[in-house]
């Protein structure tokens, strides 16, 4: 799907969402390349509050959006979908469109994601006219995101009304980091590595990722994982520091 047929799609979400009172962060893949990390995005992410994920789905599934969507055409071999060899969190909702099966929308609970930012508030999923909490903004928002004029294949979105959110670099940086804290070495987490942290290094280049409002220990640890050698001592660390397990084959 070609970048800004997908930013449509992403925005007629959205405000399908927003109709019936949802908010909804954009998630995964397609934050990445929002970032401007210039990564083949081959579904659609987004985070929905816990107590509205069931309805989120719903409203998803009855909807007309401009696509269909259809159910999962391969559950076992579907990277987005609920395989059991995916080797990512699996989504609570996931289908894909119908006139491009290999595309598929799927949706995670807050809880499995951004679970340490306070609770998506109803009042964002107007989002054009409340006041944006400092860690999120639009997609649109050329202070926040790289721009490009031609082609729109990554960065931030075209659509200059888009109601879509997105995570600030930093907080995407330090979710990315606590989820490969909680997952490295799990079955679910095969896709975390610590090269997740190519992503925010992009941003960094982009000049958009602002360390100073990255807390400790993520700021230091980060820091160890861009300038040092290529080991996990910094994941191990961040283990530490979060309370999360260390497991042996870690030390090598
Ligand atoms: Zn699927």
């Known amino acids: 799907m070609a970048r800004l047929e997908s930013q449509e799609l992403a925005d007629s979400v959205a405000r399908g969402l927003n109709a019936a009172e949802i908010p909804c962060v954009l998630w995964y893949h397609f934050l990445w390349a929002t970032h401007g990390v210039p990564i083949c995005c081959d579904g659609l992410h987004f985070v929905v509050p816990d107590a509205k994920t069931a309805a989120a789905g719903e409203v998803l599934r009855t909807s007309h959006f401009s696509h269909t969507l259809v159910a999962c055409p391969d559950t076992l ?3 987005d979908g609920n395989s059991p060899d995916s080797g990512r969190p699996h989504p609570a909702f996931h ?6 099966t290999g595309y598929a929308i799927s949706l995670f609970p807050q809880s499995e994601t951004i679970w340490f930012l306070p609770p998506l508030s109803a009042t964002l999923a107007r989002p054009r006219t409340c006041q944006l909490p400092p860690y999120l903004a639009l997609a649109s928002d050329r202070t926040a995101l790289p721009f490009y004029e031609r082609p729109p ?3 931030a979105f075209h659509l200059d009304q888009t109601v879509v959110l997105v995570l600030k ?9 606590r989820i490969m804290a909680r997952d490295y070495n799990t079955k679910r987490g095969e896709d975390v590595t610590q090269h997740f942290l190519l992503i925010p290094i992009h941003a960094e280049k982009l000049g958009f990722l602002n360390l100073d409002l990255l807390p400790e220990p993520f700021k230091k ?4 994982f861009r300038d040092g050698p290529p080991t996990t001592k910094p994941l191990q ?3 530490r520091a979060l309370g999360r397990p260390v497991y042996e084959s870690f030390y090598r």
């Open 77 to 79: 071999k579907c990277l």
């Open 95 to 100: 289908m894909h469109i119908e006139e491009e």
């Open 153 to 155: 294949e990554w960065g």
């Open 169 to 177: 670099a930093h907080i995407m940086t330090e979710a990315l980091m």
């Open 221 to 224: 640890i980060y820091e160890d």
């Open 237 to 239: 660390r961040l283990q």
